[in-house]
């Protein structure tokens, strides 16, 4: 799982290349994936909206 995206990765770091996204990038994209996990377990208990801070 993730194989080819930690290949690239780490041949950015032997090469001193900058990554495609940056580790920031990835965070808000983990967040709003998140988010959506934990909106549909709320929204099937309480109906709530979930807003999500990054």
């Known amino acids: ?7 690239r990765f780490l041949n950015c770091i ?4 900058k990554p495609l996204t940056s580790g920031e990038e990835e965070r808000k994209t983990l967040a ?3 988010a959506g996990y934990e909106s ?5 208990d309480t109906g709530k909206v979930l807003t999500v801070l990054f």
């Open 32 to 34: 709003v994936v998140s």
């Open 40 to 44: 549909l377990k709320r929204s099937t």
């Open 1 to 7: 799982m993730f194989t080819e995206e930690i290949k």
């Open 14 to 17: 032997k090469s001193c290349r």
